[in-house]
């Protein structure tokens, strides 16, 4: 006989049960509920230590940059006469104006963003001249440093991101002058006079012919400034470069460091009153200022330099991978939820002379470092909670704050002797309407186009993985056609989550949907080529257990190696 079940309120207006099998439903339901709770905390915790991340120092990933730079301005020259005992009525003597530092940009290997680049950037100016014949000293160089990967472009007239150049700007300050004031605003510019005798100067003829010459030399400055416009600068930074002595050089020339490439030119320095001193001008009472270094305003584009760059989905396990095959010394971001990688991250794989890559023999390290992380996070969680000061000043993100970082621990040794070596790129996700700058848009899909391969990375669990290749590709041709055709293999991730449990029937189903993707990949994702067609390998591989990965690893060394020596 059954026995019924009953609830009723107590005393105290509680519930209470008089059958165990619903205690133990309610139990098993509060269990649950806990668990549910303990995932949202831990997904919302996660979201929150990316979110400190991208606000870290107050920068974020820049990989594009309109930038105004100034050369810096050449000194002004000095107007002064020899005084000494003896000689009352010396000769002229004032120095020469030092000339300004010119800008460099230099294409440096150990950054990976611009967001270090300040957006306006002005050389040093030149010393002035002084008495005794004492020239202003020349500024030293101002470079610009820029990771490797970067495009260097100028803008031209017309672009309304572009600024105004020496020469306009100075028209700018003429409008609204009448011919006297403009006269007079144009010469307090070039010249600098003997105090008292600015009037007397302007009328005499010997100055005049000095203007006259000025003049002329002005004008041949501007036509030389508008051929250069003629030739706008646009590099592509992919290398540094060194100088080479030649054996002929002169004894004692050491070895010269490369400054980088010039793009704005400082100007040159004023002339000091001896320059004009001549036999009809025996006591020359004006000297000219120096002269405003160049204006140029450049755009920056930095497209990541990796051999191989993985592409996938937001969540497909991109990071994870790359974790795996570098051994966990290349720390990004993983978590359960879409956009985790806010930006490329470029990892290298160091692979032995069997075929061993360093990720291999590490790989059991990985993902204790990852648990690591996670406690730690979670400890922290608890003391920002416990002390309101410290959740205060997190919050505040002060200078001196450590943040939810996770102190690096010291890599591992490759012991076996590496044979070769190439890098990898982590994209972050792309999505359907990417190449329209949807989501993370233009600004990662640009970091593809340097990669010598690329990779597509799927995830195998999800229930029509070819539908995310087809989307992957389509975004690739659409942002830049002929991109796709760099791709060389597909990894199906997560195999590891199909059947995983030794249900037979999901293993069916897991081999089932691999054998799709393969069939998909061989009529739909052809590459064609200059040989004819190329099949893209499909690789199934779990990241998370570093399996299948060896296989991985000498198919892109294989692919590298091919690109190098065709010379892509």
């Known amino acids: 006989m059954l026995r019924p079940f009953c609830r009723s309120l107590s005393r105290h207006g509680r519930l209470f049960y008089s059958n165990s099998s619903a205690r133990q439903e309610v139990s098993h339901a509060a269990k649950e509920t806990q668990e549910d709770e303990d995932n949202l905390q831990d997904l919302n915790r996660r979201k929150r230590k990316t979110e400190w991340k991208r606000r870290q120092g107050g920068q974020s990933f820049l990989d594009n940059l309109v930038i105004n730079v100034r050369g810096g301005n050449g000194g002004d020259g000095c107007v ?74 100028e803008l031209l007239p017309g672009d309304s991101r572009r600024a105004k150049d020496e020469w306009e700007a100075e028209e700018e300050s003429l409008e609204g002058l009448n011919p006297e004031e403009r006269r007079a605003k144009l010469r307090e510019d070039r010249w600098l006079h003997y105090p008292r005798y600015a009037d007397d100067n302007v009328n005499r003829d010997v100055f005049k012919q000095a203007e006259a010459a000025l003049w002329r030399e002005e004008r041949a400055r501007r036509w030389a400034r508008k051929q250069r416009t003629l030739a706008p600068i646009n590099l592509d930074l992919d290398k540094t470069e060194e100088v080479m002595i030649s054996d002929d050089a002169p004894l004692g020339i050491g070895q010269q460091e490369w400054l980088g490439h010039i793009v704005a030119r400082g100007g040159n320095g004023g002339l000091g009153n001896p320059h004009f001193l001549s036999p009809i001008n025996r006591s020359p009472k004006f000297a000219t200022r120096g002269h405003e270094g160049e204006r140029i305003t450049l755009y920056l584009e930095l497209k990541i330099l990796a051999d191989i760059g993985l592409v996938g989905m937001p969540n497909a396990g991109k990071s994870t991978l790359l974790r795996a095959l570098t051994g966990g010394r ?53 003391s920002e909670r416990e002390n309101p000061e410290e959740r205060l000043r997190l919050e505040d993100n002060s200078p001196d704050s450590p943040g939810p970082d996770i102190e690096q621990r010291p890599g591992h040794d490759f012991d076996v002797h590496e044979t070769f070596r190439f890098t990898v790129a982590d994209n972050p996700g792309l999505i359907s309407g990417a190449s329209e700058n949807v989501g993370l848009g233009h600004s990662f899909l640009r970091s593809m186009e340097r990669s010598l391969a690329l990779v597509y990375v799927v995830d195998l669990s999800r229930p029509e993985p070819w539908d995310e290749l087809r989307d992957l590709k389509d975004e690739l041709e659409k942002y830049l056609p002929g991109l796709s055709d760099k791709a060389h293999m597909v990894l199906a991730n997560k195999a590891d989550l199909l059947g995983g449990d030794g249900d037979q029937e999901a293993v069916e189903e897991a081999r089932e949907k691999l054998r799709r993707l393969e069939e998909y990949v061989k009529t739909e994702m052809v590459v064609k080529t200059a040989d004819g067609e190329r099949i893209l390998d499909v690789i199934p591989t779990s990241a998370k257990l570093s399996q299948n990965l060896k296989k991985v690893v000498g198919l892109m060394q294989k692919y590298v190696e091919q690109a190098r020596i065709a010379g892509v």
């Not at 009352?88 to 020469?96: I, K, T």
């Not at 720390?331 to 990892?347: D, M, R």
Request: aromatic fraction near 6%; avoid cysteine; charge should be neutral.
């Open 80 to 153: 002064a006469f020899h005084r000494e005992k003896w000689k009352p009525m010396g000769p002229p003597s004032g120095g020469s104006g030092g000339r300004g530092g010119d800008v460099y940009i230099l294409p440096t290997p150990g950054l990976t963003n611009l967001s270090s680049i300040p957006k306006r950037i002005r050389g040093a100016a030149g010393g002035n001249g002084q008495g005794t014949w004492q020239n202003g000293k020349s500024a030293q160089p101002t470079i610009i440093k820029v990771p490797l990967g970067t495009v260097l472009r």
């Open 330 to 382: 290349t720390k990004t971001e993983v978590a359960g939820y879409a956009f985790t990688t806010l930006n490329p991250i470029v990892g290298v794989i160091r692979v032995g002379e069997d075929g061993t890559f360093e990720g291999e023999l590490q790989g059991e390290h990985i993902f204790e470092e990852t648990a690591v992380e996670e406690e730690r996070l979670r400890q922290r969680e608890l």
